[in-house]
């Protein structure tokens, strides 16, 4: 069975390094997600892609997140300067069109110290 | 705004018991419901959409949901727990634009444990 496939499952960083997250859709999907999950909190999304366009990044810090997709497959989503808040797993999702259901990957844990 | 309650945080159940996980939504218009389910260190994995038609849902691993839409609930639902069946269950909703198009981004309740007891 296909599945979206995030790397690295585990990243510590000291506070004010720069992490990034890597993500690679079931293929052929053309809308992919990024989620921030927060222990005891439910997923909340930050940007949502539809094939390389950004289609809604309004929770999305962008002071110090950004995300891409530039060739409108697998995305990488990048936080500079890291800060201690930003401890969470760090979600990716696809799905086949823009109404389409969504399928998670596993998932980056990402520890702030 | 669209929104999902979930208002137990933990569900004990035996094993062979039946199970219920409580949702409560608040949306304007026709809603688009959603349970996953996220064992330890992974992904949520999708169980079950309620989008229209019959109002019991029938999804993975035997689970159900229903659809009530006088009290506002989707309830997840299981005949008989299985101990495999303990994992964290998230109910969600699709949000809607300010012109009544959908989105897809999903709105998350806070989740519910569910220990099933061997």
């Known amino acids: 069975e296909a599945e979206v496939a995030q790397s690295p499952r585990y990243k510590i960083t000291e506070k004010s390094q720069a992490v990034a997250f890597w993500c690679d859709p079931i293929?052929?999907?053309?809308?992919l997600y990024w989620y921030r999950q927060i222990l005891g909190q439910g997923p909340e999304l930050l940007v949502q892609?539809?094939?390389?366009?950004?289609?809604?990044d309004s929770q999305l810090p962008k002071d110090r997140f950004s995300a891409e997709r530039l060739k409108g497959v697998d995305s990488t989503l990048k936080i500079q300067p890291a800060e201690l808040g930003d401890s969470a797993m760090y979600l990716c999702?696809?799905?086949?069109?823009?109404?389409?259901?969504?399928?998670f990957g596993a998932g980056t844990r990402l520890s702030v110290l | 705004a669209q929104s999902v309650a979930q208002p137990e945080d933990q569900v004990n159940v035996a094993e062979g018991n039946p199970l219920t996980v409580k949702c409560t939504y608040s949306?304007?218009?026709?809603?688009?419901l959603f349970w996953y389910v996220q064992y330890p260190n992974r992904g949520l994995q999708f169980l079950l959409k309620?989008?229209?038609?019959?109002?019991l849902v029938k999804g993975s691993y035997g689970f159900e949901a229903e659809f009530n839409k006088s009290q506002t609930s989707f309830h997840l639902k299981k005949p008989s727990a299985l101990v495999s069946d303990s994992a964290l269950y998230f109910c969600?909703?699709?949000?809607?634009?300010?012109?009544?198009?959908?989105?897809?981004?999903?709105?998350f309740g806070t989740g519910t444990l569910l220990a099933v007891q061997p």
């Open positions: 949306v304007s218009g026709n809603p688009y």
């Open positions: 293929s052929g999907h053309a809308t």
């Open positions: 999702a696809s799905s086949l069109e823009r109404t389409g259901g969504q399928y």
């Open positions: 892609f539809q094939d390389e366009s950004v289609v809604d």
């Open positions: 309620y989008i229209t038609g019959d109002n």
């Open positions: 969600a909703v699709r949000d809607m634009l300010a012109k009544g198009g959908a989105t897809n981004k999903l709105i």
